[in-house]
């Protein structure tokens, strides 16, 4: 079927070696067939009675200056020259939740000060601010002359790249109750978005001017807790679209016109991922694999409770932030191979370039990782 093949076999935790930073201890040092530490950097400071410290966001990656664009809980945006070396900082003042995106020469920010910030790749220079006045909570989406971003309260703003104007937004009214402190981001293809909210709805918008296509609730019948649709939905070739809400389980759709392919009643999934018509996805204490095609359960590893955040699919192994430590998972039956722990654990996903690898660890240190593993 391409991609990992599927397999029946559910995939029971087991004990797999935690290594700490190969780069400080050679009794720690992984297999060498996974990866090697090329340098470190440390940006943020611990603070005085610091507890648990966790970084969200993502690092991003300037493909033409070959910089890494990190953004910390410190507030910072800064701009990390090959070799570890900072080459300029910019001060938000605020904690953030998702990562930036860089495309020509730009590097969108998102704030939870309430702004969308567009700085010069080369300087850290703004060129221009959104003022959304909401907190933003997901990485910026490129899409034509537009920047799709979604706030904390449930907001979709669609920012002009040339000017940093309003285009359009989509709004929603929350839930009363409790709902999970996190946000979908928008999937894009063609002239139409998808986005979840924490409602429990799925929308599917017109990208040119924000208009509803359909919209479709993922939430369990009757409503209460935790409905949210805090996924970024994703897309097949088959024209399904893929989003789970947190109490109501996963669910396949078809993309045109969001009728019900196929659901589970799985919950705790905070992202899915698709590759080759398998669906992975994670979340609270679990790691589960789908058939996209039926929704049948391939494996499923539990995860002594640790909350897994955005994987990513990169040779041959699936590598998981899992809060403690980053697992090197085996795609194709759901087992850790090895977990990787340079201090404080990982929460955020990694930035895969090429054969290197960029890891923000939660005690701050930025690592430039050389994969060696075999090819996926």
Partial sequence: MGGFAAASLLGACSVVPVYGNPATSAAQQPPHHFFSVDWWTQLVNPTLLEYAPREFAQPAYDAKGEHVITLTRDGFVRSVAPGGEVAWRFRVGNRFY?????????????????????LDAKTGEPKWKYAAGEELATTPVLAGDLVLVASQSDTLFAVKRGTGE??????????????????????????????????GTLVSLDLADGGVRWEKSLAPSGGGQFMDVDTTPALDEAGHVYAASYSGGLYALDAETGDVVWNTVAQGITSVLVHGGVVVVTGDDRLDAYLGETGKLLWSQTLQERAAFEPVLVKGMLLVPAQRSLLFVDPRTGQSQLAWNPGDGISATPRVVGAKMYVLSNNGYLYALRLDGRSG
């Fill in 98 to 118: 998702a990562g930036a995106t860089v495309e020509d020469g730009l590097v969108y920010v998102p704030g939870t000060d309430g702004v969308l910030y567009a």
């Fill in 166 to 199: 309003l285009a359009w937004l989509y709004r929603r009214d929350p839930p009363t109750g409790f709902t999970i402190h996190r946000a979908s981001a928008p999937a894009v293809r063609g002239e139409a978005v998808w986005v979840g909210f924490s409602d």
